[in-house]
């Protein structure tokens, strides 16, 4: 089993920047993958930023060069540095871990709001 707790959203105005954080508890030594994924009100939930066990990160094309997703394993953190933010960044955004055994966990999700 694994604990995901998000915090660090809120509201911001366009340009502006949010450090996401999602605190792991339980199982961590088998996690695998971290993501951070968001969901707009109506629209899917999209993965956003990712970050392999060995560092390997990907991200969607819309945040390249203004995101950074990044893990400390002595913390047992995961975070999401929000730069240049735009209002169509506005999503609830959720922690997401999936261990080596395929199993999936989800955080509640932290609400980013970019006013223009």
């Known amino acids: 089993q694994v604990q995901l707790v998000e915090s660090g959203g809120g509201l911001v105005q366009a340009g502006g920047s949010l450090t996401l954080s999602c605190a792991a508890s339980?199982?961590?030594?088998?996690?695998?993958?971290m993501d951070w994924y968001r969901q707009a009100p109506g629209k899917q939930r999209n993965m956003v930023a990712s970050?392999?066990?060995?560092?390997?990160?990907n991200y969607v094309d819309s945040v390249k060069g203004r995101f950074t997703i990044s893990r400390d394993n002595t913390k047992n953190t995961l975070y999401l540095q929000m730069n240049s933010l735009k209002p169509e960044d506005t999503a609830a955004y959720y922690c997401?871990?999936?261990?080596?055994?395929?199993?999936?966990?989800w955080g509640q999700g932290t609400q980013v709001t970019v006013s223009s």
């Open positions: 339980g199982s961590i030594f088998r996690i695998d993958t």
């Open positions: 997401h871990a999936k261990l080596f055994a395929g199993n999936n966990y």
């Open positions: 970050i392999t066990s060995d560092g390997t990160t």
